[in-house]
């Protein structure tokens, strides 16, 4: 069975510091990665994702994130963080071949600070 | 772009009470999933759904819940007796094998 651990539920930044979201999966086959990112009383929004191509995945808003097989890592970093990143962000691991479901963590909010 | 869309937005709903939840997935994507957030924890898989059955379920997933593809465009997720803490959002997604899920808004699901 897969699962996915976010370090630090909550994590505050200043305007234009850099963001570092930790995500640690746990997969037994190949897994497919996604970070996504909910901002207050709205739907799940795809920020990134990793099937197996390139390691470094470029998503929207600035945000990027690097697959490291040896630390079972998917975190999610941006340069320089905007008042507007304030959310809730996901992290959430699928099985290649089992059918995409999702397996989420347990989020982390994001607070900027002016 | 092409979205998922749910309705209602929000539900109050007495306890003991059934309440059909609804989505419209994107027209051209086979799979379709329930997904719930209760209030300040993880977003949880309900079930998933492929070629008009069940394809896998979790353990939140009682008899007290069931899914249906009535008219091969909407997708519901029906609660029969409602309890307390069925309370949370719920979030239908849907998507091309091995593609990215597209999630809707979500439908806040409040039981008083």
């Known amino acids: 069975a897969q699962s996915v651990t976010q370090l630090g539920s909550h994590v505050s930044v200043s305007e234009g510091a850099l963001v570092l979201l930790r995500c640690n999966y746990s997969s037994s086959v190949p897994p497919y990665l996604f970070w996504y990112v909910q901002y207050p009383n709205q739907g799940l929004q795809l920020l990134l994702k990793y099937t197996s191509a390139a390691t470094l995945v470029k998503g929207i808003n600035g945000f990027e994130a690097e697959f490291k097989k040896s630390e079972t890592s998917f975190h999610l970093t941006k340069p320089s963080a905007h008042m507007s990143d304030a959310a809730e962000y996901f992290c959430?691991?699928?099985?290649?071949?089992?059918?995409?479901?999702?397996?989420f963590g347990g989020g982390t909010r994001l607070m900027v600070k002016p | 772009e092409p979205e998922v869309t749910q309705t209602p937005s929000h539900q109050v709903t007495q306890m003991g009470q059934e309440v059909i939840l609804r989505c419209v997935p994107i027209?051209?994507?086979?799979?379709f999933y329930w997904y719930r957030q209760i209030l300040g924890q993880k977003v949880e898989f309900l079930v998933s759904?492929?070629?008009?059955?069940?394809?896998?379920k979790s353990e939140i997933f009682d008899d007290q819940f069931s899914v249906e593809r009535p008219d091969g465009s909407n997708f519901t997720l029906k609660i029969r007796s409602t309890k307390l803490e069925d309370s949370a959002m719920y979030f239908c997604a849907s998507f091309v094998q091995n593609t990215e899920a597209f999630f809707g808004q979500g439908t806040r699901l409040t039981v008083v």
């Open positions: 959430a691991v699928s099985l290649v071949g089992a059918g995409n479901m999702l397996t």
């Open positions: 759904f492929y070629n008009n059955e069940i394809s896998e």
């Open positions: 027209s051209n994507h086979l799979y």
